[in-house]
């Protein structure tokens, strides 16, 4: 089954085109991994899917139901809507409520009636996910370094019963122990009948880890890499 | 001195409930609704309408205490409402929001007072006594039924919407939304529905206040002045978006008012209650909570 | 080209000029004692009627003058007494919505206080009349004074507090005073607030007289312009310059700080000097009606006086004018409406607040950036990445020399594209100067006729020794930036660097 289908989107900010005519398709319990440099469009790519763009164009199909269209104003206005529907967004930036509690901000992505009441369910799975977390529960997430708040962004999540799973950029700004720690414990995760998306700059992360690569390159998409991962120039994943 | 401390509750519930409906509503949605005053005097109007009718039924006693109650909160949920279709969903997600958002609710107001003195007219209308005529002795004091069942009705409503804040799905998510809105996005959480219900909640809380205040006073078009600027005052001073400090603020004036009424003039109170405002935000400048303000920017 | 795409033409507005004797030298007229022009001209070459010209490039002047003039013959000639009060109000009101503006706009504060404060001159001076029997010229001095000073009181806590904060401070104010005033017995708490037998500006025996009306709407219609020109001279000035380097944001008001504008000082410079005016305005007021009421305090009249200067446009004096006249003009016209009036008012602020950018005054702006902003998105969606110009955008260019320019350069850039070869490199390799092939040559034109800004050059940091690539700046005393940190030894390579910076340029073009 699908779970996600692009044909022909473009995206950008203002004047700004980022994502030029894009076609992309996952399909049930993948675990796709989107590679490229800085500001080549994997944010992009994501944000588009959820409406977080200044505007966008072509159609975005998941689950068989049409979220996307063009659309040129109103920057997330839709996206608590399409979320709703099944998605769940980790964005770059990890975009965690710095005034709650981390026990708060994961109950937070049980959103709806059905999580909400299974929710402590859902937390202690989550926590064996991430179980330096377990400790952190009552801190204030505004206090956490940068590898718990990325643990906790991912986590919430994960809170969700979500049919798809777009994380973005898991190890940025991480030390490498962490981010390695962090992308096998993502990968790990039985995706049931659901899919995920993983943008990374860091390609040996993912090696071995996804079901399929994706290059990005000025906003297109330029390798279908079922292949090898060593198809992808070594400067296309420059890791400080 | 206890009838000056009891005086000083019933003040600071009524005017605190004002107080946190303004404070409440900016620290989830960042808007300012200064047409508190607006939806004041409509729960005022909605609870003497409901009254008018119950009289012609013959309801009386508790069941219509209640329903004068009801009535008047649900009239000031709604329009709350009314003033976040207008002032908040066209203007939430443009430029300038703030500033924006706030003359919009100045221009409500300005109207608002015209739309009552239309519909019904300038004179004052009372509302019957909810809380019957009984009078209580307290350690040497004496309270009315009225001043204890608005200290009681207003304590319990308080508490009872911040312990819904603080452990339901809906309330984390008001206290999410100001925090991140692309965290809030993210969770499903639409800025939209949300400011909505908290607009109502803010608007009940107008209303009761109104009904509460009401018992002393009397609904007319301008009845809502004043009560909103001593609200925002005390919200000021207890500090925009910190439940606690309004708390805090509101028991403050409440107390000093009582305390110059009894001790000094009445015609004093407005200047020292002004006086004490501008005193603490001399010393702390983001009001008595101005401190767990910044851990959320 | 379709339909759409006519609509996306681009416009440019229309200046008022007319042809010159070019032979003859241009005497610059100026406000005398001045070294400001009266107006703003420019003489140019028109390259259509190939004749010089001059052009007025600020019609701004040439409005004012010719609303002023309307607001003030318009009642002289009318001169009903219904007529002379509107107008008479509008002028006064106008005069303190533009201090208003000069408050909110210039300095950037959002004070409610104003009318606090023209009360406090009103009432300062009418009492100080009333008591002491001051004539009207020392009321409207001492209206100044209480006012400047009530102005330095209230610009305390400004610096203390967030604006919005201090704008629900000052929105107290207005109530704190009004309760003042009711309970002072000295201030007309007997009369309930009211004032009465003040000194008039006109005598009363002179108003019956319909030159005494005419003198008297004079007098308002002079305190307009006395507020105009305070405006003028403080948001023209230096302060208002000095505020302006940073109007946008609060990251600007840092790094001009750290220039050494004190925008304190500044802030509370115009502050005071707006007060002092407005403490003007209430004894004038005072004056012009000969009491004072507590009307003044009141609420409603704050948010009148907001809507007009919401529905005219925040932060220009334009604004305030119109947006007064407009609402003077319902309230006090169509008196047989009753609250509908003030009910259609709060509706047309509502809309401009919810509709447009800046009310009246800001629809042209926010009209053209809404064309700009299609236009930019049709770009984005039809264009590639990198087309120079389109069709639509020609009439928006003045030189229209420039087109050709860009159109030649394309199709240049296109064809030095294609001749980029290893051997081409390999050939500048081997010898950077001196007789070149054909291409290689042509491409080196090309290359070192690039404008300067941002062009690569080769610093010599020890000769024969060590050589860098850097980047000029095009800007005079801003040094050349480093473009990376290779070093050359020898030139010869310094200059094949510099070549292939220049074509990889090229080709990513």
Not at chain 3, 1 to 27: D, E, T
Not at chain 3, 352 to 379: C, M, W, Y
């Amino acid at each position: 089954m699908r779970i996600l289908e692009l044909q022909g989107v473009s995206a950008g900010y203002g004047p700004v085109r980022v994502l030029h005519d894009l076609d992309l398709s996952v399909n049930a319990g993948e675990r796709v991994g989107l590679v490229g440099l800085n500001g080549h469009g994997k944010t992009t790519l994501l944000n588009t899917i959820v409406g977080l763009t200044g505007w966008q164009d072509g159609s975005i199909i998941f689950k068989g139901e049409q979220i996307g269209g063009r659309r040129t104003h109103g920057v997330g206005r839709t996206t608590p809507h399409i979320v709703r529907k099944g998605i769940a967004l980790a964005p770059q930036g990890d975009a965690i409520f710095p005034g709650l509690s981390v026990r708060e901000n994961l109950d937070s992505g049980a959103y709806s009636g059905a999580t909400w009441r299974s929710r402590k369910r859902r937390r202690e799975k989550v926590l064996e996910v991430f179980p330096p977390l377990a400790k952190l529960q009552r801190q204030s997430a505004g206090t956490l370094s940068g590898g718990e708040r990325r643990m906790v962004s991912v986590g919430r999540a994960l809170m969700a019963d979500a049919w798809l799973y777009l994380v973005d950029e898991p190890s940025l700004g991480l030390a490498p122990k962490i981010s390695v720690n962090l992308v096998a414990a993502l990968c790990e995760i039985d995706l049931g009948d659901g899919a995920m998306i993983i943008a990374e700059q860091n390609v040996p992360l993912l090696e071995g880890r996804v079901d399929r690569v994706l290059g990005m390159h000025a906003g297109e998409l330029k390798l279908d890499a079922g292949e090898s991962l060593g198809d992808i120039p070594p400067s296309a994943g420059v890791h400080l | 001195m206890i009838d000056v401390l009891i005086s000083a509750a019933v003040l600071a519930s009524m005017y605190g409930l004002i107080a946190i409906g303004i404070s409440f509503t900016w620290a989830s949605i960042g808007m300012l609704n200064l047409a508190q005053g607006f939806i004041f005097t409509a729960g005022g109007y909605t609870a003497w309408l409901f009254a008018q009718y119950a009289e012609t039924l013959g309801m009386e006693g508790p069941a219509l205490s209640v329903g004068v109650l009801v009535f008047g909160m649900g009239g000031s949920a709604l329009a709350g409402l009314l003033v976040g279709a207008v002032a908040f969903l066209p203007l939430q997600d443009r430029a300038n929001f703030r500033t924006r958002s706030l003359i919009a609710t100045l221009a409500i107001s300005l109207m608002g007072t015209q739309l009552w003195l239309v519909l019904f007219g300038s004179q004052n209308k009372p509302l019957p006594p909810i809380f019957g005529e009984g009078r209580f002795e307290i350690a040497n004091a004496g309270i009315s039924s009225q001043q204890l069942g608005t200290i009681i009705v207003a304590s319990f409503m308080l508490a009872a919407v911040i312990m819904w804040m603080r452990s339901s799905r809906h309330g984390l998510q008001m206290r999410a939304m100001m925090m991140n809105p692309l965290g809030a996005a993210v969770v499903g959480v639409s800025v939209r529905t949300t400011g909505m219900r908290v607009l109502a909640i803010s608007g009940a809380l107008t209303g009761l206040s109104s009904v509460l205040l009401a018992q002393v006073f009397f609904v007319s078009p301008t009845s809502g002045t004043q009560p909103l600027v001593i609200g925002l005052i005390i919200s000021l001073a207890g500090g925009l978006g910190s439940i606690p400090g309004t708390v805090a603020a509101a028991g403050l004036i409440g107390l000093a008012e009582a305390m110059t009424a009894r001790y000094l003039q009445q015609s004093l109170v407005p200047f020292v209650l002004f006086g004490i405002v501008v005193l603490i935000l001399i010393f702390r400048p983001r009001g008595l909570g101005g401190l767990l303000e910044d851990v959320r920017e | 080209m379709s339909n759409q795409s006519q609509r996306l033409i681009g416009r440019r507005a229309y200046r008022p000029h007319w042809p010159v004797n070019s032979s003859r030298v241009f005497k610059r007229r100026r406000w005398p004692g001045t070294k400001r022009s009266i107006l703003k001209l420019s003489g140019r070459y028109n390259p259509k009627t190939l004749r010089r010209e001059m052009v007025l490039t600020d019609k701004k002047p040439l409005f004012w003058f010719v609303g002023l003039l309307a607001l003030l013959l318009l009642p002289i000639g009318v001169s009903t007494d219904r007529i002379y009060t509107m107008f008479g109000i509008i002028c006064i009101y106008a005069a303190i919505n533009v201090m208003w503006t000069l408050i909110i706009g210039t300095a950037g504060l959002q004070s409610f206080a104003t009318l606090a404060t023209v009360g406090v001159g009103a009432y300062g001076a009418g009492y100080l009349s009333v008591t002491y029997g001051l004539p009207w010229p020392a009321m409207l001095i001492a209206g100044a004074i209480l006012g400047g000073v009530m102005g330095w009181l209230i610009s305390l806590p400004a610096r203390r507090l967030d604006g919005l904060y201090y704008a629900l401070l000052t929105l107290g104010l207005s109530e704190f005073m009004r309760n003042f005033v009711t309970q002072s017995d000295a201030l007309g708490g007997k009369f309930n607030g009211a004032l009465f037998g003040v000194a008039r500006i006109v005598p009363s025996d002179l108003l019956t007289s319909s030159t005494g009306q005419a003198l008297l709407y004079g007098t308002a219609f002079i305190a307009l312009l006395i507020a105009l020109g305070v405006f003028r001279w403080v948001n023209g000035g230096r302060t208002g310059i000095l505020l302006r380097t940073a109007a946008t944001s609060k990251e600007d008001e840092a790094f001009a700080s750290a220039l050494g504008i004190d925008f304190n000082k500044e802030r509370t410079r115009v502050f005071i000097i707006a007060s002092a005016m407005l403490g003007f305005l209430g004894a004038f007021y005072a004056t012009y009606i000969g009491g004072t009421s507590l009307q003044i305090f009141s609420l409603e009249l704050l948010l009148l006086l907001l809507a007009m200067i919401v529905i005219g446009g925040l932060g220009r004096p334009e604004g305030a004018v119109v947006g007064t006249v407009v609402v003077v003009g319902i309230t006090q016209w169509f008196t047989d409406w009753g609250p509908w009036r003030i009910m259609l008012v709060g509706a047309l602020a509502l809309a401009s607040v919810l509709f447009t950018r800046n009310g009246l005054f800001g629809l042209k702006d926010q009209i053209r950036e809404i064309r700009e902003r299609r236009k930019a998105l049709h770009r984005a969606a039809i264009t590639g990445r990198y087309a120079e110009y389109l069709p639509q955008q020609a009439p928006e260019i003045g030189d229209k020399s420039e087109i050709v320019g860009r159109v030649f350069e394309r199709t240049l850039r296109a064809r030095l594209r294609s001749w980029i070869n290893p051997d081409l490199i390999a050939e500048h390799q081997a010898k950077p100067m001196g007789q070149h092939s054909d291409h290689l040559e042509r491409m080196l034109n090309y290359f070192r006729k690039a404008p300067i800004p941002d062009k690569y050059a080769v610093y010599c940091e020890v000769p024969f020794e060590s050589y860098r690539v850097v980047a000029l700046s095009g800007l005079p005393g801003v040094p050349p930036r480093i473009v990376d940190d290779k070093i050359y030894p020898t030139l010869d390579e310094a200059y094949h660097a510099v070549f292939l910076r220049r074509v990889n340029d090229l080709r990513a073009s």
